[in-house]
C-alpha cells in the first residue's frame, strides 16, 4: 500500500466504475447469474419430473429444494468462477473435458455447483441457527414442522422439520458434485478442498458462538474459511484451472488478490446482518448478535467499550434478545466507533485488492468484470 486514505466504500473504487449505481448488481454478475440459474432450472425440472414418475412423494424433496435455489442469491460465487475462466482463456482453452463438454457448457455447470453447493450449506446453516426465514421465504426445516402439525402427521414437528432439511440440504450437495463432471483435476482437487474448509469453518464458527469467543483473531479465521476462501478465492482458483493443471503463480495471485475482497464481502455481510434492511436481506435483522456470531463488528466493539458498553455487550448471544435490546447493542456498535471502522476497513480491503487486480495477466474485459464485483462486495444491500 502507498499510504493514501483509503476511498469510501461508497464510491467508485476501480476502473469503468464511475458510471455505475454500486449497490445494484452489475451486468457482470446478472449476465452470468442468467446463464447459471437457466442451468439450475433445467436440473431441478429434469430431476423432478423423473422422481415424480417412480413416486410423486419423492418429487416432493426436489420441489422443495427447487424453491430454496429459486427464491434469490446473488450467484457471486459463480461469476467470480466464470471471469476467472474468461480471464484464463475462457472458451479458447483446451482441456480432457473439451471432448465432452463445450468449454461454455463446462463453466456454466460449475456456476450452478457452487450455487447447488451454497443453498446446501445455507439449508444446514438454517438448522444450526435456528433461522425461520431466508431470501424471504420460510426455511426449509420449519416449513416442513409446520407442514407436519396441519397434515396431523405423526412424530415432534421440529425433529421431522430438521430431518427433513438435512436431506434436502444434502441432495442439493450430489446435484453440486454431479454438476463438476469433466473439469481438471487441480480443478476437482480445489473444489474438494473449498467444501473441507467450508465445513470446517462452519464448526468454529458455531463453536466460537457457543464459547462466547468473540476476539478478532476468531472472527477473521471465521471470515477466511466462510468467505474468503469459499466465496472468492477458490471459485476464481477453480475458474482459471477448469481445463488444466493451473498456473501455479497465478494461484498465488488469486489468493492475495481474493482474501481481502472476502474479509470486505465478510465485513459487509456483519454490517447488514444488524444494520440492514430485513425487506432487502431476506432474513431477520439481529439475528448474528442473538447467536453470538463471532464478527469483526462485534469484536471492535468489544476492543474498545467502556465499563457500561461493555455490560451491553455481554447480552450479545442471548436467543431472546428484544428488538428493542438488539436496537441498544446497534447503537453501542456505533459509539464504540466499530461500524465506523467498518467501513474505513472495507474500504481499504477492496483497493488492496485491486492493486493485486492491476496485476492480473487477465484480458482488459476479465479485469473490468473482477473490478465490477468487487466494488458491488463492498457495497451491496442484500
Known amino acids: 500500500m ?27 454478475l446478472t449476465d452470468v447469474a442468467a446463464k447459471v440459474d437457466a442451468r439450475l432450472q433445467a436440473v431441478l425440472d429434469q430431476q423432478s419430473d423423473h422422481w415424480r414418475s417412480v413416486d410423486p412423494r419423492l418429487g416432493e424433496a426436489v420441489d422443495e429444494l427447487a424453491r430454496m435455489v429459486t427464491s434469490g442469491g446473488k450467484r457471486l460465487r459463480a461469476a467470480f468462477c466464470y471471469w476467472a475462466w474468461r480471464g484464463s482463456g475462457g472458451p479458447d482453452q483446451q482441456g480432457a473435458a473439451a471432448d465432452e463438454l463445450d468449454p461454455e457448457e463446462l463453466i456454466i455447470n460449475m456456476g450452478a455447483a457452487f450455487e447447488f453447493l451454497q443453498v446446501f450449506a445455507l439449508i444446514h446453516d438454517d438448522i444450526m441457527d435456528d433461522s425461520a426465514t431466508r431470501r424471504g421465504a420460510t426455511t426449509v426445516h420449519v416449513n416442513h414442522g409446520e407442514r407436519l402439525t396441519e397434515r396431523g402427521w405423526r412424530g415432534e414437528p421440529r425433529r421431522y422439520g430438521e430431518g427433513v432439511a438435512i436431506l434436502v440440504g444434502d441432495l442439493g450437495h450430489v446435484y453440486a458434485d454431479q454438476l463438476t463432471a469433466g473439469i481438471s483435476d487441480r480443478a476437482k482437487q480445489l473444489w474438494d478442498e473449498l467444501r473441507i474448509e467450508l465445513n470446517l469453518g462452519q464448526y468454529l464458527d458455531m463453536r466460537s458462538a457457543a464459547a462466547g469467543a468473540l476476539d478478532l483473531q476468531t472472527a477473521r479465521r471465521v471470515a477466511t474459511f466462510k468467505s474468503a476462501l469459499y466465496t472468492i478465492v477458490r471459485p ?11 498456473d501455479a503463480a497465478l494461484m498465488e495471485q488469486l489468493d492475495r488478490f481474493g482474501r481481502p475482497l472476502g474479509r470486505a464481502f465478510q465485513l459487509r455481510d ?21 447467536e453470538g456470531k463471532p ?6 466493539a468489544v476492543a474498545n467499550a467502556d465499563a457500561a458498553q461493555a455490560e451491553k455487550l455481554s447480552s450479545i448471544g442471548a436467543p431472546d434478545l428484544s428488538a428493542g435490546q438488539v436496537d441498544e447493542l446497534v447503537e453501542v456498535l456505533r459509539q ?3 461500524v465506523a471502522q467498518n467501513e474505513v476497513e472495507i474500504s481499504r480491503l477492496v483497493a488492496e485488492s485491486t492493486e493485486v487486480l492491476a496485476e492480473l495477466p ?12 468487487a466494488d458491488y462486495v463492498a457495497v451491496r444491500t442484500t
Request: glycine residues 14%; charged residues 20%; proline residues 11%.
Open 362 to 373: 487477465f484480458t482488459a474485459e476479465a479485469k473490468d468484470a473482477l473490478q465490477a464485483l
Open 295 to 300: 464478527t469483526e463488528l462485534v469484536a471492535h
Open 336 to 338: 464504540t466507533g466499530a
Open 2 to 28: 502507498d499510504g493514501t486514505a483509503p476511498q469510501p466504500a461508497t464510491q467508485p473504487v476501480g476502473p469503468g466504475s464511475q458510471a455505475r449505481s454500486l449497490q445494484l448488481p452489475p451486468p457482470e
Open 236 to 246: 476464481l482458483q477453480v475458474g482459471s484451472c477448469l481445463h488444466g493443471p493451473g
Open 270 to 290: 456483519d454490517a447488514l446482518g444488524v444494520l440492514g434492511d430485513e425487506s432487502e436481506v431476506g432474513k431477520p435483522v439481529g439475528d448474528d448478535l442473538r
